[in-house]
């Protein structure tokens, strides 16, 4: 499904004239810093719809003729067309806020071939200077960037209940591009069985914040390692058969972290593939992997209790087993040591450590880590 663009025009592309906001000469009309540039970079990168929409108030009445609005806008999309930026729609409201237009921003009105279900919103963008930009995101079920001062604009959002919907605030239109450039890398899944529910969300660009609920408290230690030492956000609960055993429950959750794991990475431009690390504390614990899309798993991890904690120890092998195939990871374990807890938590965090490696993204890099052309 394809992403989608809406821009908005005024404050946004174009400077907003301070007093009677219109931008009714050539002589009112200027382009703000960076804006070819960077949308030339996105217009370049990312196969997307472009939409400006905007609403000039009273347009085509006395208080704000047609004849001075047009050559205008025209001279905007033509300067932006020239440099590989084309629109494929625009959309004008010309209403006055007081008759509430359901046209006018933030109202989806003239946006309706966009909500059928035909794109891709939750990746699509809304870039505009006003909160009625951020709320007609929200509207749409799309992230916004509010194009404000950092600082200003993020109390604003948070004061207006709209940080959720604002995937950042910039008045920067190349940090504009390179957010738009890299998509968000999170992915919300549920999975109902006989066996298991489970609501499982991730974020590989987060900072290590975990809220973890299996069931089984030791599961629930390793999966909070995983999240911090990885460096990703993982929220997961889970609500599985215990009353047979611990089986069903850690498989069926490492299955569900592997597809989010998956979906996540996306199309793997610009990340680092490969990701390895050392010994760990008392055990000596190797993890090495590559996220290159063949399961394969290396296990070289004996324990000689039957359980550590609530968590049988065979199924520390089902675990990673079931989320290198979901994931289609590459994944090698080896770990040796006296103490059966220290050597299982070395494993996870070796694991976290690995994965925040290969994770690691250069979001102005779009080229992918292999030779083949696709991973
Ligand atoms: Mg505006």
């Known amino acids: 499904m394809k992403r989608v663009l809406f821009i908005d025009r005024d404050g946004t592309l174009v400077v907003e004239p301070p007093i009677d906001y ?3 000469s050539l002589e009112k009309l200027e382009f703000r810093p960076r804006v070819f540039q960077s949308l030339a ?3 370049a990168r990312l196969d997307c719809e472009w939409v400006m929409v905007t609403n000039q108030d009273g347009m085509g009445t006395p208080a704000f ?10 001279k905007i999309v033509r300067a932006l067309e020239n440099e590989g930026i084309c629109f494929d729609q625009v959309c004008i409201d010309t209403s006055f806020p007081e008759e509430n237009r359901p046209t006018r921003k933030p109202g989806t009105a003239m946006l309706a071939r966009y909500t059928t279900g035909e794109y891709d919103l939750a990746h699509s963008f809304v870039i505009g200077d006003r909160l009625t930009d951020v709320q007609l995101a929200a509207n749409l079920g799309c992230r916004a960037i509010y194009f404000a001062p950092a600082e200003q604009g993020m109390a604003e959002v948070e004061a207006t209940g709209l940080a959720g919907v604002c995937e950042a605030v910039t008045d920067d239109w190349w940090k504009v591009a390179q957010i738009v450039c890299s998509a968000t890398r999170r992915v919300s899944l549920e999975r109902h069985t006989a066996e298991t529910d489970i609501r499982l969300s991730l974020n590989l660009d987060g900072t290590g914040r975990t809220d973890i609920h299996t069931g089984l408290g030791f599961f629930d230690h390793m999966l909070d390692q ?8 993982l929220a997961v609960t889970v609500d599985g058969d215990l009353w047979v055993d611990e089986h069903h429950t850690i498989e069926d959750t490492a ?3 592997g597809e989010a794991l998956g979906r996540a990475l996306g199309d793997k431009r610009g990340i680092a593939r490969y990701g390895f690390s050392l010994p760990m504390d008392d055990a000596l614990c190797r993890v090495s992997l590559d996220l290159g899309g063949r399961p394969w798993l290396v296990w070289k991890a004996d324990f000689h209790r039957e359980k550590i904690g609530d968590v049988p120890t065979e199924m520390f092998f089902h675990f990673f087993k079931s989320l290198s195939d979901a994931a289609r990871i ?3 374990v080896e770990a040796e040591g006296a103490n059966e807890h220290h050597k299982i938590e070395a494993i996870f965090k070796a694991f976290a450590r690995a994965l925040r490696m290969a994770i690691k993204r250069d979001i102005t890099d779009h080229t992918l880590p292999s030779t083949k052309g696709m991973l």
């Open 226 to 233: 995983l999240g911090r030492h990885a460096g990703i956000d």
């Open 41 to 43: 970079y996105v217009a």
């Open 22 to 24: 219109q931008i009714d």
């Open 330 to 332: 590459n994944l090698h």
């Open 255 to 257: 299955l569900v972290l």
């Open 65 to 74: 003729p047609a004849e001075t609005f047009w050559p205008v806008q025209q």
